[in-house]
């Protein structure tokens, strides 16, 4: 379940970035930490009871929110 879990966030989550041609951004880590920081975060808000029984939308919306408090920030691109 966790593993289909993550394919559905990884898999909306590069649709919802593919279409705007947007990529995220750390102004002190590279592009190559951020599959690492994005399952750091999933693992963190998949612990919370509140989100193990929500929706798709509010575990991407939960991890993209903690990638923010990371640093990461979405930039569009030209």
Known sequence: ?????IFSSFLLSG???GCGGSNWV???KPSSEFTNE???CQNLVLRDPKLQQGSQ??????????LQREGW?????E
């Open 1 to 5: 379940m966790t593993s289909r879990l």
């Open 15 to 17: 649709l919802l970035t």
């Open 26 to 28: 750390h102004p002190n």
């Open 38 to 40: 994005y399952n750091r």
């Open 57 to 66: 939308l509010l575990i991407l919306n939960a991890t993209e929110r903690c």
């Open 73 to 77: 920030r979405i930039v569009e691109s």
